[in-house]
């Protein structure tokens, strides 16, 4: 097959790339940018170009670089910046994922006569019931199945996660064994376009104006002050202008309209039922009534949930056991029983 | 890697050197080593072939050798000559290339506006020189656009600097001009004028900044004192043999090569948009160098379109590149306010002393095939 891989400069895509020639396929490296401004651990600093170019390089393969800065913009930054301002945290790497990838890239790959685009995520398509559906990675500790979940059918079919069956240790192994540059690179962590030294906080607050909130408890006393509401996120313990010593204390909701910040203990966290918006699925729906398995951040567990209600693209799951709420933004991910497959995934509202 | 697997057409990007020019450095290279700035017999030697360079390229621009300062390339030039000369505000166009444009910019200086052929709007011009506010230093306005090609009428830039300026000094970035236009006729305007040796058949790494005897300018380059103060550093004797034959030849060719290659161009143009009607020809013909081919074919993606013609070993380009080598949207046809939409679809096609009529019929009909193809398997939006 003649494959695009998406080569960021990690270690995961540049083994990816050397897999799939070993594989004796032809393959083309291709290098997305898509952030403009600075950065220090993303995937698009040229530091990290330069690591993919010399990887292909290595590799004998073709690198291009893309420039899909606009739709970047559009479909990750501004959406991130705006959904902070309404108390929404949404997941910036999941819609790159979805608008990025496995969208424009994926079409491009589609109109410039490629078979198949591959990336260096630790997933795997496999069969359930017969069809594709995205799969967890080998190794659970790196799995980033949460990420891909968004995969719609026509990528499951042209889409490669060729080191999905490997552990990281592996990866390393296979990248050191090849002597490709990247083999001892650490993990990127961060979202791409936010500096570590800046953080979210500078990063929002030069686009956005801060208000500042009132901290209170269950019974609306008031007990301080955050001094920005837009970086608040419910479950939050650390941060909020409480003094320590005391029980723990989290954030159990936020009144964005009113900037209030409600705080409570642990157990007030915790709720019966989830519901998402956005869903989407695979291969359709499930049937209201079927358990399944729900994820809700890129490295928690999934328990066990009933769906309970489909309306549209929205759906609501009602817990086994009550969990902690899940902040309006993130993805709500569902998996087979079998905690293996994923079926589709939405957006926590 | 084998040239000649390739349909080159970039070379307004760079073009292969000139065999003379190759010739001519490679004693300079070897057994012609000493250092011209030296005090021995040996150091002599190699100091009358940078005097003699330096007399060979004053000749082609029509300056006075004692006019012409060699650079390392033309960046350097443009970086020098605006640098050095801040004293006062900085002007130049909006499409001018970024080695002069960001200059100004970061130097606080002012963009004027172009028209829908990229050429300076002499009226905007006028008008920021009168802003008496904000005295101009100097204003640089490109001879020729790297992008689209279109020539600069430099007498009337010059006319509306000298009207008014109040004193401001003119230079020219003449890199994209060296293979079309007579030198002469554009320094006759200027007071400073940039080259770059790699445009027209030399080396890279290696420039000229011609600067009018008498013209304040400040080094941006200091230590040693060579060339006369005006830009330290040792001479880079390969480089400066090389460029000086190389600008020689390219001159005595000019009129020949301008009327082949603008024949070629004109093929290449019309056999592609006799196949591809929608192609739109940025700027006319009349208005711009006869090596420079520019088009926006509407609905297609350029990195595409360029993914499929280096596919097909055809060495395009469209805008410049970052420092990432990705694609940037033109900032020439941003301000020549050709849509967004359309810009996105440019294709620069230039070529040179080399191409061959074979060049220019390979390279239109891959262009073809490519266009066709993208537009079968886009979906329209």
Known sequence: ?349 | VDATAYTYLDHAATTPMRPAAVQAMLPYLSERFANPSGSHRFSREVRKAVDDARETVAQVIGCQPGEVIFTGGGTEADNTALLGADNGALVCPATEHHAVLDVVRRAGGSVVAVDETGHVDLVALAARLDDAASPVSAVSVMAVNNEVGTITDMAAVAAVVARHGRGAMLHTDAVQAACWVDLRDVWAHVDMLSLSAHKFGGPKGVGVLAVRAGSPLRPLIIGGGQERERRSGTHNVPGIVAMASALQETDAERVCETERIGALRDFLVDTIRESLPEVIETVPRARKVAGSAHLCVPGVENESLLFLLDEAGVCASAASACASGAMEPSHVLAAMGVPIDVARGALRLTLGSTTTADDVHVGAHAVIAAVQRLQMRTVPA
């Open chain 1, 1 to 349: 097959m003649k494959v695009l891989v998406a080569l960021s400069g990690g270690v995961d895509s540049s083994v990816a790339a050397a897999e799939l020639l070993a594989d004796g396929h032809e393959v083309v490296g291709i290098t997305m940018r898509l952030w403009g401004g600075s950065s220090d651990t993303g995937c698009c600093s040229v530091a990290d170009v330069d690591d993919a170019r010399r990887v292909a390089q290595q590799l004998g393969i073709d690198h291009v670089v893309f420039n899909f800065t606009d739709d970047f913009h559009r479909h990750v930054v501004d959406p991130y910046v705006a959904a902070h301002q309404q108390g929404v945290t949404p997941n910036p790497c999941i819609e790159c994922n979805r608008h990025l990838k496995f969208d424009r890239l994926a079409e491009r790959a589609d109109v410039l006569g490629f078979d198949a685009v591959a990336t260096g995520h630790h997933a795997q398509i496999g069969h359930f019931g017969g069809r594709p559906h995205v799969r967890r990675g080998a190794d659970a500790a790196k799995d980033q199945s949460y990420v891909v979940h968004m995969l719609p059918e026509r990528e499951l079919h042209r889409t490669l996660f060729p080191v999905g069956h490997l552990t990281k240790t592996d990866v390393r192994a296979r990248a050191t064994a090849r002597g490709l540059r990247t083999a001892a690179k650490p993990d990127s962590q961060d979202v791409c376009f936010i500096t570590s030294t800046g953080g979210r906080e500078q990063f929002l607050g030069e686009r956005i104006p801060f208000r500042a909130g009132t901290v209170v408890d269950g019974d609306g006393r008031r007990l301080g002050e955050v001094p920005a509401v837009e970086l608040v996120t419910l479950g939050q313990r650390r941060g909020i202008g409480l003094p320590g010593g005391g029980p723990k204390r989290y954030v159990i909701a936020v009144d964005h309209q009113a900037a209030t910040v409600t705080v409570g203990d642990e157990h007030d966290l915790l709720r019966s039922s989830i519901s998402a918006d956005a869903t989407t699925w695979a291969h359709g729906a499930p049937e209201v009534g079927a358990t399944v398995m729900v994820q809700t951040s890129a490295h928690g567990d999934a328990r066990p949930a009933r769906l309970v209600q489909i309306i549209d693209d929205r759906i609501t799951l009602d817990w086994q056991q009550p969990q902690r709420a899940v902040a309006a933004g993130q993805s709500v991910v569902c998996y087979d029983d079998g905690n293996l497959f994923v079926l589709g995934g939405g957006i926590a509202r």
